[in-house]
């Protein structure tokens, strides 16, 4: 079974700045994704950011890379130059290749103050 | 083009009703999913339907839960004898069903039991 773990429950950052939130997970198996998604107070959960475990390069969308350290099973999301509007929930999340359903985190609370 | 569409937003019933929850996924996506998201247990896997295939309905909580898929398009899940602990967002998503693929949400169907 997967399981993801977001340590932070909440975190709060001046606008303008960089936030970096973390994520580890456990897995067994050798090929998964790995997500984090958004979502506002309107509800709708939005993808920021994917990543494919086989490629070794860091995704980036954006304001929004991650770094992911595939040894350590870490996949933390930073987020540059932070925004208003990035006020909201954020859960990371894997899935399994062939089984397609998403392992989420507990979720950041993540609060930007202008 | 149309996200993913739920219906209704909010739903409020009374203990040991049953209650129909639907969702319209984007169209040409063949995979829909259905989520919960509660207080107690975070964002859980609930179900998982893809083209024809038979659903993965390893997530559904009790029997009372039901889904179906009519047409390869619009869902409804089902929660018979509703009960308090079914209190929570049921959030549905979609995607073009390549492994890994991005799931595109719904806003939610926040289902409260009195």
């Known amino acids: 079974a997967q399981t993801v773990t977001q340590s932070q429950p909440e975190m709060s950052v001046q606008e303008a700045e960089t936030v970096t939130l973390s994520c580890t997970y456990d897995t067994s198996e050798s090929n998964y994704y790995l997500f984090w998604y958004k979502q506002p107070p309107s509800r709708q959960m939005i993808l920021v950011i994917r990543q494919e475990a086989y490629k070794q390069q860091n995704a980036t969308e954006n304001r929004f890379s991650v770094n992911f350290q595939k040894a350590a099973k870490s996949f933390s999301l930073k987020i540059s130059d932070s925004q208003l509007g990035d006020t909201a929930m954020y859960f990371c999340a894997s899935l399994r290749w062939g089984n397609e359903k998403l392992t989420f985190g507990t979720g950041t609370r993540l609060t930007i103050i202008p | 083009g149309a996200g993913v569409s739920q219906s209704p937003s909010n739903k409020v019933t009374e203990k040991g009703k049953d209650v129909e929850l639907r969702c319209d996924p984007i169209?040409?996506?063949?995979?829909l999913y259905w989520y919960r998201q509660s207080l107690g247990q975070g964002l859980e896997f609930l179900i998982y339907?893809?083209?024809?295939?038979?659903?993965?309905k390893s997530g559904l909580p009790s029997d009372r839960f039901s889904a179906e898929r009519t047409g390869g398009s619009v869902s409804t899940l089902t929660i018979q004898r509703t009960q308090q602990e079914d209190s929570a967002v049921y959030l549905c998503?979609?995607?073009?069903?390549?492994?890994?693929?991005?799931?595109?949400f719904g806003p939610g169907t926040r289902l409260t039991v009195t």
């Open positions: 169209s040409g996506h063949t995979a």
């Open positions: 339907f893809q083209g024809n295939s038979a659903p993965d």
């Open positions: 998503a979609s995607s073009l069903g390549a492994s890994g693929s991005e799931q595109y």
